[in-house]
């Protein structure tokens, strides 16, 4: 079946620590993005890549970075720079062009701080 | 700059119907998309508008207008099953840049 799988679930970090989520889809999708969810509000963009070799940030970039290496993958190192890293991380794709009816999610990765 | 707003909670009787309202201004629009999450859980797609007017789907239905910068997302013949959150999306811009509301929940009591 296609889909877009996370992981780890869980992911318990150290604080100083980098730590890197993995986010991989067999949808043959060309645009993928990271988002992270804090309790009680809405997905903010960190990281977004339409193309192999290529991203954007989002609107919450700093203390975070992303590689697009193959196309079915986009994997996320939150790195020691993030001062509050402890979040619901969601990955997402959505087809290209006047097809992208639906932007599919994995299951989440919930990181904490220990 | 870029910004989708929506009402942070409602409330609503079960069986009843319920209009979620959404506002967006963004660089470029090419398709704004309805999601519903429950807590703790990824969300799960409702529907897509690229068009002006009203997509139906069942107990959904979701209405855009481009011009207003303006969606709503029509919940009829609620359950108690639907208390959750619904989160309005917009994709923008040359990279397909897409970026969420803060969402609203929506509480249905009996």
């Known amino acids: 079946d296609g889909g877009i799988t996370q992981s780890p679930k869980y992911l318990f970090r150290k604080e100083g620590q980098n730590v890197t989520l993995s986010c991989e889809q067999n949808l043959n999708h060309d645009a993928m993005y990271w988002y992270r969810q804090d309790p009680g509000q809405g997905l903010r963009l960190i990281y977004y890549s339409q193309i192999v070799n290529d991203f954007q940030k989002g609107d919450i970039a700093e203390g975070y970075s992303v590689s697009r290496e193959k196309k079915e993958s986009f994997p996320l190192t939150v790195t020691s720079a993030q001062k509050n890293p402890t979040a619901f991380y969601l990955c997402?794709?959505?087809?290209?062009?006047?097809?992208?009816?639906?932007?599919?999610f994995g299951q989440g990765t919930r990181l904490t701080v220990v | 700059g870029q910004n989708i707003d929506q009402p942070t909670e409602m409330t609503a009787t079960e069986g009843a119907i319920v209009q979620i309202n959404c506002t967006y201004q963004?660089?470029?629009?090419?398709?704004l998309f309805w999601y519903q999450q429950h807590a703790g859980e990824a969300p799960t797609f409702l529907s897509y508008n690229v068009l002006d007017g009203l997509e139906e789907k069942g107990r959904f239905s979701s209405f855009l207008s481009r011009s207003k910068g303006y969606s709503y997302l029509l919940l009829k013949e609620l359950q108690m099953k639907d208390s959750a959150s619904y989160l309005c999306a917009v994709v923008s811009g040359g990279y397909n840049k897409l970026i969420f509301g803060a969402g609203t929940r929506l509480a249905v009591h009996p």
């Open positions: 997402a794709s959505i087809p290209q062009g006047r097809g992208n009816t639906e932007a599919f």
């Open positions: 963004t660089s470029g629009f090419n398709g």
